[in-house]
């Protein structure tokens, strides 16, 4: 009878281990939420990054698109001459 009730009572090996556990839990916690934050900082990150790299795209087209009119008001019959030549090539290749 005593046997068992020795037996129920936990030795000090099972204690530390259970200790051990908890503690390695915590750590692990710890550790995921860092990772969490560090994800969460790398998204903002990727996302400012996108939107300045969109930012920058959107200023180029509209760059380009002025100097494009630009050159059409200055030089419009050398610009309908280089649109009809394109046509016509785009033209040749599609009859293919």
């Given at each position: ?18 200790v051990e556990a908890g503690t390695a ?42 100097r494009l009119r630009d050159r059409i008001?200055?030089?419009?019959v050398s610009t309908l001459l280089a ?14």
């Amino acid at each position: 009878m005593v046997e068992k009730k020795f037996a129920a009572v936990p030795n000090d090996a099972e204690i530390s281990a259970e200790v051990e556990a908890g503690t390695a839990k915590a750590d692990l916690e710890n550790q995921l939420a860092e990772l969490r934050a560090e994800i969460s900082r790398l998204t903002d990150s990727v996302s400012a990054i996108g939107s300045s790299a969109k930012a920058v795209a959107v200023s180029e087209v509209e760059v380009l698109t002025e100097r494009l009119r630009d050159r059409i008001r200055d030089e419009p019959v050398s610009t309908l001459l280089a649109i009809a030549g394109v046509s016509f090539v785009f033209g040749l290749l599609a009859r293919r």
